[in-house]
């Protein structure tokens, strides 16, 4: 093949790639974009396979086997995340003009120059590297397409004099390229819908390239898989490239971490997942369709693999061109120049995206800065943004050549898949100040600083270093026996850990210096007011709709001020029209109608940051507006506002449900003692009331014999009699009223004695023999003959008899009354009962009859009595053990019982006892 | 003509006083123990006063005095209950019914023959 063919070839698909994004930059001036499909989302995301994937994966898959699959199975595992991590990281990026991986770090801790410096000086040392991997692919895949169909491998390179180089003509391509490519303006949003549209077209030809390489070469040239694994059995070459190439675990395991934290810290990656995503629906589709492009693109490696080294049995073909070389071996020239279409844009793409990322960080975070510093914050009167174009031309332009440098000084002494890997590890030293401060709130800049520092220093000691030792820049016995001969420095054996590969050694100790330190030094000190207003923004980014910044900034501004501010980073017209279209939305006339508040701010400094980064464009701002300084507690006052009024709002509810239960229990507790105080009450009503009745007939008498001294004899003594009878009535119920208090407060004093029933019922009929004989009432006795014991309180048990005697000589009419008291024994206790044949208790007056002041009878016969008699002989007869219950037939009179319990020793064994007198009571 | 008053008490010693009293005064007297049985009195003579007492068995006070004035041929005879019920929401419940006096137990003879005096007279 001629060189003209390919040159002609190679600028017709750039030329093509231009014509695309041409036309998508169009569309999206017109507001129809073609790059807001999730699918080409998915698809820009697939600039992660470079020219190492697309060479370099059968190169190692022919070194280690399957030891090429961690590099996709990181972003593959980690791609399930990206609902939560990726979502936020967009959505920050969004509400803060975020335009490189450098802003986001320094936006996250306060804006700090520093550190976005520092991260950018890290990520452009970490990728030129890279770069200068995709230059030597492209030139070395252009070399050997020269030969065709010759399989010849290229000299190494450095042998040529300079400008001979393909090298240096390919990188220069490329910048121009990606000058025109990324540099045509200057926009506020910093995004390349043409770019990204040309990445998503790359990412279809180079995995259409390979699959068609694999297809040829596995149905083509062998039969389908079966035969081609058996081939290469037979050959010998499968077992130790699939059983031996398994690394250690450990390997596995870092290279799986480094390459999912490397999928989210590349600068390409980051500029392409975040910076350019049009809308965050379009991740859903990324998760899934960006794992499956890593599927597919890796689907034929290891038979592509197999295939040369069958091939190539013998020959000194490198494996890492055997996509390219094994259909040149077969001269398949249409394949050929597909397989070389396809590492082009691997490469090209790569390049494209990483360079215009490094240069937006180098004009932003790098030179903007010092600009800055250098104007004293003032910047001059003139239209600022050709140069800030002409900045990040000249750092594509640097970049490039760096990475053209890198390959001639370096380019020969590594493998493609170790450079890759190197540069990895640079870029994931971003991830613990970057991921942590997603998460956390008390990262603050010293920490951020720290981490990233040791981090990268590990780096270049474990990593850098013995790869220039490596290229002979520097003595290997460094790498062999450790600086100054201390082994335990030894930059692949640090403090004497071996047995690891040096990426995993690298890894392992750059990252727990990196997060060691990152946390040590955060806790060092509180976060600053700036730091802390935008860890909170970070942190809290999928709680707020809106963006809560603008609340936080207090001070004044001159609109005019404001618009020139941005009319000179942006362009006049430009800046023009930005403002018009603010003010529009805010439903504002024209731009100097604009209130120059802490939202236009605001707006002002994102439109900014679209240009210079946020760092500077506060700084900016900052200049031209006279912003009070907010108190650290003002601050902390706003953003803790919301969460400690969630917290309030939980605490009170916690503790309104307290206070219910406290009142549920008071409430309780008060209708308790409510309804001890109306049982009281009750009672105090009725013992004043039947108090009253004998006092109003003693007053009444007492009156009548006062006023009329001349009353006869006869009635002066029925009256006197009367007031007697009252007065004793009267004594009684107070005594009574007195016991029965005492009784049911538990302060009565009881006796427990011996007592035989039957001399109770003798006394008690002594006692009341005189009342029997006034009314003519004649008594029957039922009694044993033996004594019965009982144990008690025998006054007490002659009070209750002798009321219920008394009782019944009330209700018995006279002359012709019977009463009958019996003493009948039980196997466990005596029952003595006092029978009448008087009027009875009416079966609705039955149940009452025990309650206070609760009288049976009526009125033509009304009982001269208290009504605490039953009550109180009730409660005697309950505290001895007993029960006091009564029957009561209207004709046949009513007859009261009551039990007590035998003497224990007297009768059954006791639980046996209790057991008896309990289901007495039921 | 003596004027007649029904009392109605189911304390025979009450009953025994106030009759003394009101005949003391010239007036004529019949008595019930309980509020039915005055009841019943009441539907055969109309008496020109009612001494009501209120606990009493059968039928109560409140209950007597609601009746009667629920009854238009016994419309505008004078009631004065006697009552050991002293509460001021007992006495209010009384004077609510219809009665028009109420006097507490124990009572001053004086009041309560003035009352009966006075109630007898504003009804010529």
């Known amino acids: ?922 | 003509m003596p004027k007649k008053i029904l009392i109605v008490d189911d304390e025979p010693n009450i009953v025994l006083s106030v009759e003394y009293l009101m005949k003391r005064e010239g007036y004529q007297v019949a008595t019930a123990n309980d509020g039915q049985t005055a009841l019943e009195l009441l539907s055969e003579t109309t008496p020109d006063l009612l001494i009501l007492d209120v606990m009493m068995p059968r039928k109560n006070g409140f209950e007597v005095c609601s009746e009667i004035r629920a009854d238009p041929t016994l419309s505008g005879l004078p009631i004065l209950m006697l009552s050991a019920k002293w509460r001021e929401a007992e006495v209010k419940k009384g004077v609510s019914l219809g009665a028009d006096a109420y006097i507490t137990k124990p009572f001053s003879t004086h009041d309560l023959v003035n009352m009966v005096n006075k109630l007898l007279k504003s009804q010529d």
């Open chain 1, 1 to 922: 093949m001629t060189t003209t063919l390919i040159v002609i070839l190679s600028l017709g698909y750039l030329g093509m790639l231009f014509a695309i994004a041409y036309w998508a930059d169009r569309r999206a001036d017109q507001n129809r974009s073609v790059i807001s499909n999730a699918t080409i989302y998915a698809l820009s995301l697939a600039v992660y396979c470079t020219a190492w994937t697309f060479y370099g994966s059968v190169g190692r898959a022919a070194a280690t086997g399957v030891g090429f699959l961690p590099i996709y199975l990181g972003p593959t595992l980690i791609a399930a995340l990206w609902g939560t991590l990726l979502l936020k990281m967009v959505r920050v990026s969004k509400s803060q003009r975020i335009t490189s991986i450098a802003d986001f770090i320094a936006s996250r801790y306060g804006k700090s120059h520093l550190l976005g410096g520092i991260v950018t000086i890290i990520a452009v040392l970490g990728i030129v590297p890279y770069i200068a991997l995709q230059l030597k692919a492209i030139s070395r895949s252009f070399t050997i397409l020269l030969t065709y169909p010759e399989v010849t491998m290229p000299n190494a390179t450095d042998s040529l004099p300079l400008l001979q180089d393909t090298t240096l003509y390919v990188a220069l391509l490329l910048a121009l390229f990606t000058i025109l490519f990324g540099t045509r303006h200057l926009d506020a949003s910093e995004r390349h819908e043409g770019m990204v549209a040309a990445i998503a077209f790359e990412s279809i030809v180079k995995l259409v390239a390979f699959i068609a390489v694999g297809l040829f070469v596995t149905f083509q040239l062998h039969d389908g898989f079966t035969d081609l694994f058996d081939k290469a059995e037979t050959a010998g070459i499968l077992n130790p490239l699939i059983v031996d190439g398994m690394d250690g675990y450990e390997n596995w395991f870092s290279l799986t971490l480094l390459s999912a934290l490397a999928v989210m810290m590349l600068p390409r990656q980051f500029q392409v997942a975040v910076v350019e995503n049009s809308s965050e629906h379009h991740l859903r589709r990324a998760i899934w369709l960006f794992p499956l492009y890593l599927f597919l693109i890796n689907i034929f490696v290891i038979p592509i693999a197999l295939a040369g080294q069958l091939t190539f049995a013998g020959a000194d073909v490198d494996a890492d061109t055997f996509v390219l070389t094994l259909p040149m071996a077969y001269h398949q020239s249409t394949l050929t120049l597909l397989a070389f279409l396809g590492g082009l844009s691997a490469a090209t793409g790569m390049v494209i995206v990483e360079t215009i990322a490094l240069s937006t960080m180098v004009c932003n975070d790098l030179v903007m800065p010092v600009l800055l510093r250098r104007w004293k914050q003032i910047p001059p009167n003139a239209d600022l943004s050709q140069l800030l174009l002409r900045i990040r031309r000249g750092a594509i332009l640097l970049i490039l050549l760096l990475g053209f440098l890198y390959f001639r000084l370096a380019g020969e002494a590594y493998a493609l898949v170790s450079i890759g890997l190197i540069s990895f590890s640079a870029v994931a030293q971003f991830a613990p100040a970057m991921i942590i401060g997603l998460y956390w709130r008390g990262g603050t800049r010293d920490g951020a600083l720290a981490g990233l520092l040791s981090g990268f220093s590990i780096w270049i000691y474990t990593l850098l270093l013995p790869s220039f030792a490596k290229s002979g820049w520097l003595p290997v016995g460094l790498l062999e026996d450790g600086p100054f001969g201390i082994e335990l420095l030894k930059p692949q054996a640090l403090f004497g850990l071996t047995g690891l590969n040096e990426i995993t050694h690298c890894l392992f100790w750059s990252m727990t210096l990196n997060i060691g330190t990152y946390i040590l030094f955060s806790f060092w000190r509180t976060p600053r007011v700036n730091e802390a207003t935008q860890a909170t923004l970070f942190v809290d980014a999928l709680k707020h709709q809106r963006f809560l910044g603008v609340g936080l900034w207090r001070g004044t501004a001159e609109i005019d001020e404001l618009l020139h501010l941005a009319e000179r980073f942006l362009g006049a017209r430009r800046a023009q029209a930005v403002f018009q279209a603010y003010a529009t939305r805010r439903k504002i006339q024209g731009i100097k109608q604009l209130p120059a508040d802490a939202e236009t701010v605001h707006f002002a400094e994102t439109l900014l940051a679209g240009a210079i980064g946020s760092a500077s464009a506060r700084v900016m701002v900052s200049s031209v507006t006279a912003e009070e300084s907010l108190g650290m507690d003002e601050v902390l006052n706003i953003l803790d506002e919301a969460s400690q009024i969630r917290a309030y709002s939980h605490e009170l509810e916690k503790k309104s449900q307290e206070l219910e239960a406290a009142t549920r229990e008071l409430k309780e507790a008060n209708e308790r003692l409510q309804e001890l105080d109306r049982v009281k009450d009750d009672f105090m009503s009725s013992v004043t009331h039947e108090l009253r009745t004998p006092l109003a007939s003693i007053r009444a008498f007492s009156e009548i014999l006062n006023d009329d001294p001349e009353i006869e004899l006869n009635e002066r003594r029925r009256f006197l009699g009367i007031i007697v009878s009252e007065t004793k009535r009267l004594s009684r119920l107070v005594n009574q009223v007195l016991d029965l208090a005492k009784i049911e407060s538990g302060r009565a004093d009881w006796n427990a004695e011996d007592v035989d029933l039957l001399e109770v019922v003798e006394q008690a009929l002594a006692s009341t023999e005189q009342l029997f004989a006034e009314r003519g009432t004649q008594v029957i006795r039922e009694t044993p003959n033996s004594a019965c014991m009982v144990t008690g309180d025998r006054d007490r048990l002659m009070q209750v008899l002798v009321n219920l005697l008394s009782n019944a000589n009330k209700f018995v009419s006279e002359k012709s009354g019977i009463v009958c008291v019996g003493l009948h024994t039980y196997h466990d206790r005596y029952e003595i009962s006092v029978a009448d044949n008087g009027t009875g208790i009416a079966a609705d007056e039955l149940p009452n009859i025990f309650e206070k002041f609760r009288q049976a009878g009526t009125a033509s016969n009304k009982p001269i009595g208290t009504g605490l008699g039953l009550p109180i002989s009730k409660r005697i007869i309950e505290h001895l053990g007993g029960r006091l219950w009564a029957e009561s037939d209207a004709e046949n009179g009513a007859i009261f019982t009551f039990a007590i319990p035998k003497k224990q020793n007297d009768a059954l064994p006791p639980g046996e006892t209790h057991a008896e007198k309990d289901s007495d009571r039921g």
